[in-house]
């Protein structure tokens, strides 16, 4: 039985990736904005067999909040096995174009509230001397791209904080897991015509949850986007540039 | 409007053309379970094999289950299903404690037999059209584990089924037969008897049997004619079988799950299904007339089965399961040859005094519609004005 702590538990991915964890009977503490929406998330984890689940409202971007929570997890689970870091928005980026607060908020939920975050996470972790610390970041973070550059920056930013961290707490037995999914069917992008590239919150949560019993340090899911963003990131800037992406 | 569950209906109960269709699957969440009564409240888009994913390992069973476990709780409700232990349990609705009735105009109900009781029998068997099911509260049953103790006999007449059908009645949970639609002159209704209850708990593996690669793409016709369904019926029928075995719940209950997309196999033109009820009285003669016109029409039937239902009256006012014999086959899509046929076959079901099962047609008429269920009308007054079906329209002709 595992101690998890899920923040931005009401987004599709890890309500999916949840319910993996309930199956195998762990005991979670869910994180989110929305106070209404957590009980019934954890009403249905519940009673897929989570071991227990409680519940606690933040704002990543309230880091004063951060310290509260965190006690919560103390008090709720004791010491954490696992982290899963789940939340995010989905800027649109003409409006942030037009709009440099707008773009600095954005920065703030996907990259620099994580960070905070995972600052203080980082330390208890490397004390325990054990534990997985999951951050699901995205392909956008691969290469910086026309149409979505502001959340590519800010998963690029992740990913090369994680890419520290992990070379850090790879000494003390501390995993860090970054998942990076493509295109993924959920709430976040409903607005968006799917096709056969998309993939499932359940997919995705399937993923993940394997990810973070198994192995792995930087996770593509569906396994292709990692043929997809190396084949984009090799492409000559001289060509790039030219191109719409 | 018209929520759409797992869409595992065969025909057309779940589709509406001229509007929309609400897909229920969102509503997939648990609300409570209390494993020490077997009392479940979920929400109306779960999935029969969630629910046993989750339950049976804490020793509590579906109460009723159709052929596939890949329906909604909301599609279970609406097509009132029923399953092998119906001589048993009756059908789904009979196990259905309350849910949760949201209209278009925005009103909810809590429904049940004692509150809203006549918006709860409309909406069992009401095939969608009372409004979208929210969640429900459903009464499990307890098992052991997930074995059962099954047993097959071969019967070579329909006298035969009848008999083993009276005197396994007692002691068998599970009662079904399949029987050889091709089979005609001495052999017709020549079939294997199956019966089963739960097994005591370790006497099989928990794990489920393993998956075949199911049916990856539609081959360009049919693989499901007449000179191989011949073949593999007799074949099926002589198969050498152990007396008594435990099997696995899911290769009991649900074989054709383990093959995706089976319906594949039928080809681009597909197959349709008829599944009717005749009464007691009749059941001998009608079911042997039913057979008899099917294998006249040299229309390969590929699985069909055959149960006597037992003696509970009707959950809903449209509910199909009624005291009974029920006989289930499929007919490749052979365009209007197969028509004519289900006509024949409608005629045969309709002066024997039965019905047509909704939950499987694609065609039936407006006159077999209103025999098979005389208090259509009640429920086309309970009807949600927003709400529609193809098969409403094609069988009421009411509709947006």
Redesign the interface.
């Known amino acids: 039985m595992r101690r998890i702590l899920i923040v931005g538990a009401t987004s599709a991915i890890a309500e999916a990736t949840a319910r993996h964890f309930a ?1 195998d009977g762990d005991a979670l503490l869910l994180v989110g904005r929305d106070a209404t929406r957590l009980p ?2 954890a ?2 984890l519940r ?3 989570a071991r227990n689940v409680g519940v606690h409202t933040m704002d990543i971007n309230d880091l004063e909040g951060h310290g509260a929570m965190l006690e919560a997890a103390q008090s709720d689970l004791g010491d954490l096995d696992c982290v899963l870091i789940a939340h995010g928005t989905l800027p649109d980026q003409l409006q942030c174009q037009q709009d440099p607060g707008l773009t600095l908020r954005e920065l703030n939920t996907n990259a620099l509230g994580t960070i905070a975050l995972l600052t203080v996470l980082a330390n208890r972790f490397e004390q325990q001397g054990r534990g997985t610390l999951a951050v699901i970041s995205s392909v956008a973070g691969d290469r910086g791209r026309q149409s979505n550059y502001v959340y590519g920056t800010a998963k690029a930013a992740l990913d090369t904080f994680l890419e520290g961290l992990r070379q850090r707490l790879h000494k003390a037995g501390v995993r860090v897991l970054t998942i990076k999914p493509g295109f993924v069917d959920t709430p976040m992008t409903r607005d968006f015509e799917k096709n056969r590239l998309w993939a499932t919150p359940e997919q995705v949560g399937r993923r993940i949850h394997r990810a973070m019993a198994g192995g792995g340090d930087v996770v593509y899911t569906p396994f292709f986007w990692r043929f997809i963003m190396l084949v984009i990131r090799l492409l000559p800037r001289r060509v790039f540039k030219m191109i719409r992406l | 409007m018209l929520p759409f569950g797992n869409g595992r209906s065969y025909g057309d109960s779940c589709l509406n053309d001229r509007g929309t269709l609400i897909d229920a699957r969102g509503l997939d969440r648990f609300i409570a379970f209390d494993a020490r009564s077997g009392i479940l409240r979920c929400e109306a888009g779960v999935l029969l094999s969630e629910i046993l994913e989750v339950a049976l390992p804490l020793g509590w069973f579906v109460p009723v289950t159709p052929g596939t476990s890949l329906v909604t709780v909301g599609g279970a409700i609406a097509n009132d299903v029923h399953g092998k232990n119906h001589h048993r349990a009756g059908s789904f609705g009979h196990h259905v404690r309350c849910f949760e009735l949201v209209r278009s105009d925005g009103t909810r109900r809590i429904c049940s037999a004692s509150e809203n009781s006549d918006w709860f029998a409309a909406t069992i068997g009401g095939l969608g059209l009372t409004g979208l099911i929210a969640w429900a509260e459903l009464a499990l049953k307890p098992a052991p584990g997930p074995g059962i103790e099954a047993e097959t006999i071969r019967f070579a007449s329909l006298e035969e089924f009848f008999e083993l059908s009276r005197v396994s009645h007692d002691r068998y949970e599970y009662i079904v037969a399949w029987i050889d639609s091709l089979a005609g002159g001495k052999r017709l209704g020549r079939g294997l008897f199956m019966r089963g209850n739960h097994a005591a708990a370790g006497a099989v593996s928990p794990d489920p049997p393993r998956r075949g690669p199911g049916v990856p793409f539609t081959p360009p016709f049919s693989l499901v004619h007449r000179p191989f369904m011949r073949a593999f019926n007799a074949l099926y029928y002589r198969k050498p079988r152990r007396p008594s075995q435990n099997i696995h719940y899911q290769a009991f209950f649900y074989p054709l799950d383990g093959i995706a997309h089976w319906n594949r196999l039928f080809g681009p033109r597909g197959f349709f299904q008829y599944q009717c009820v005749v009464p007691v009285g009749e059941g001998p003669r009608a079911v042997r007339e039913l057979l008899r016109e099917a294998a006249r029409a040299g229309s390969a039937s590929g699985l069909s089965v055959l149960k006597v239902f037992g003696d509970h009256s009707p959950a809903g006012w449209l509910s199909f399961p009624r005291p009974g014999v029920t006989l289930a086959m499929d007919f490749p899509n052979r365009g209007r040859r197969t028509l004519a046929l289900l006509d024949a076959l409608d005629e045969i079901t309709l002066s024997a005094g039965g019905a047509v099962y909704p939950a499987k047609d694609a065609r039936m008429s407006a006159t077999t519609f209103s025999h098979g269920f005389p208090q259509w009308k009640r429920l086309e007054s309970y009807r949600d004005p927003g709400f529609s079906s193809n098969l409403w329209q094609r069988v009421t002709g009411r509709g947006p």
Do not use: V
């Open positions: 199956r019934i998330i009403d249905d009673a897929r067999g």
